[in-house]
């Protein structure tokens, strides 16, 4: 039934109540498995494939607590519609609340970061096995939808558990569901008029896979309008508007906004959008969610993104804006943004290391895909990156970016860079605890020794907790990690050991992984920060 709907692969961790389903899962010849010790990190392994191959992937784990540990890869999963389906095993029901081991109440485990969760009954008859059937369909559907959401299906199992008696897998009842296709040449009126009405119109782009904004109709809409995005979205050059908002005017508040995609990194974006209290805000969503990012929204469009911006494409070709002195104003802010930040080079630091390997990247032949950890590494990716990042902006979370970078490498030929920071990677190194890693996973390590984003946030600095418990101010260096799993390691401490290192993290070929470690102090990294967001307040 996996296979049915799409499923090719399935991360698989041990355990005695789920051995029964791996070995089926592992039989089956259209499933990989992907073995990973480490639940949390599975559950992570899985999204990355998921992201890698746009399908949904299974992750399977035994009884008990290991059901707890998938639980963050599948809410950060959920944010970024890839489907997981999470597939535990259960000890008998009868047994559940009766201090027998790894027993807790599965059922619901997952939510809400899942559209359905369904526990299995055992089958003994026609009609138990009828009602599997039908529960597994019901959950497989669901994974079917535009906005690829997560499931959970709960399996309890009775001993024996290794009898492996059936010479082969059932051929089981595939459910399909069929949905009218919607006309989006048609745009709803309102916000047709909203827009021709509009004389400062913005489209601001959200976290979005590569492949959602293919058509050049899309690029188009550049010429028409101001486009605000991350590198989170798949446009290639920096857009640089958080530094234009650093000296904000209320000239540049618009009066017309479409919100597309999913997460957006800036805060100081979102503060200054929710002051354009009259403007009329639209969202574009696969789900039709109310999601009110900017506190004034007046309508949602349900549907495919690139066909809408297409539709909107064709309307603005019919018919010229009254925007061009607003639009020539962004425009000259973003290009003088863009000059002073390709101007400024900063000193040995966090901010110079992703600022080379961003230069040295653009003339490294592809095709090659970058993933980017949460906190400051996701915030010099949006200063230096020309290209999509993939990033964890779900819900932001740090756990996980290392093993969401290897599940995609399992799936992808081209090398895949991971550009991540100290308390990010050490919290998620049981990532690099796989037998299938290969020479095409590359890493970049920002080390200083703590949380430096936590310097950037006012206030805190005035705690004496916000070092040692704040910040994990801490010593170590991925060097024996590297060492345990097999990992080539360089460091670099200097200019000249970060130009050779970062040469050799994107030419050199292993057939290993590679990880380099920059080592840098946090007070430096944070004075050259604000040395550069200072360029743009005067």
């Not at 929204?297 to 309307?315: P, T, W």
């Not at 930040?341 to 290391?353: F, G, K, V």
Request: aromatic share 8%; hydrophobic share 40%.
């Amino acid at each position: 039934m996996l296979v049915k709907y799409g499923v090719r692969d399935a991360v698989v961790c041990p355990g005695s109540r789920n051995a029964p389903i791996v070995h089926n899962l592992n039989e089956c010849p259209l499933i990989c498995c992907h073995p990973v010790t480490d639940e949390r990190s599975a559950g992570f392994c899985a999204l990355g494939i998921a992201q890698a191959t746009d399908l949904p992937v299974v992750v399977c784990v035994t009884s008990g607590s290991a059901l707890l540990g998938v639980v963050p890869a599948v809410a950060e999963a959920c944010y970024q519609h890839q489907s997981l389906i999470v597939v535990s095993a259960d000890r008998p029901e009868a047994w559940i609340d009766q201090l027998d081991g790894q027993t807790l109440r599965q059922p619901g485990a997952c939510e809400p970061w899942v559209a359905r969760t369904v526990s299995l009954p055992e089958p003994t008859d026609d009609v138990s096995r009828w009602h599997c059937n039908r529960l597994v369909c019901e959950a497989l559907l669901e994974t079917q939808l535009p906005h690829r959401p997560c499931v959970h299906i709960n399996v309890p199992i009775t001993e024996p558990l290794f009898l492996f008696d059936q010479k082969e897998l059932p051929d089981e009842r595939m459910i399909c569901r069929y949905e009218p296709i919607a006309d989006y040449g048609c745009l709803p009126v309102p916000l047709v008029d909203d827009l021709y009405q509009a004389r400062r119109p913005m489209i601001v782009f959200g976290q979005a896979i590569p492949s959602l904004f293919a058509d050049k109709g899309v690029d188009r809409l550049f010429g028409h309008v101001i486009v605000l995005h991350e590198q989170l979205a798949p446009f290639p050059n920096v857009s640089h508007f958080d530094e234009v908002l650093l000296a904000s005017r209320s000239t540049l508040l618009p009066d017309f906004i479409l919100y597309v995609g999913e997460a957006i990194v800036s805060k100081r974006l979102k503060q200054f959008l929710r002051q354009a209290t009259d403007a009329r805000v639209w969202r574009v969503s696969a789900t039709g969610s109310v999601e009110d990012v900017f506190m004034n929204l007046r309508g949602i469009v349900k549907g495919d993104a690139e066909m809408v911006l297409q539709a909107l494409d064709d309307r603005l070709k019919r018919r010229q804006l009254d925007s061009t002195a607003y639009r020539r104003e962004w425009l000259h802010l973003l290009t003088e943004a863009r000059q002073r930040s390709l101007a400024y080079q900063p000193p040995y630091s966090q901010m110079a290391a992703v600022r080379l390997f961003e230069q040295s990247l653009s003339s490294l032949p592809g095709p090659w895909q970058v993933h980017y950890a949460n906190s400051t590494a996701i915030r010099l990716a949006n200063i230096y990156a020309q290209h999509h990042v993939w990033c964890n902006r779900g819900v932001n979370g740090i756990e996980g970016s290392l093993s969401t970078a290897v599940g995609f490498s399992l799936r992808r030929e081209e090398k895949v860079f991971c550009v991540i920071g100290d308390l990010s990677f050490f919290y998620d190194q049981n990532a690099l605890w796989n037998q299938g890693l290969r020479g095409n996973l590359r890493i970049l390590l920002l080390n200083n020794g703590k949380g430096g984003i936590f310097n950037m946030l006012p206030g805190l600095e005035q705690s004496p907790a916000c070092d040692a418990l704040v910040a994990a101010r801490h010593h170590a260096t991925a060097q024996g990690v590297c060492g345990q799993h097999d990992v080539y390691y360089q460091q670099a401490t200097n200019m000249t050991e970060l130009q050779q290192g970062i040469d050799l993290l994107l030419t050199s070929d292993f057939a290993r992984p590679m990880l380099l470690e920059v080592m840098t102090s946090a007070e430096d990294d944070e004075r050259v920060l604000r040395e550069y967001y200072r360029l743009f307040t005067r």
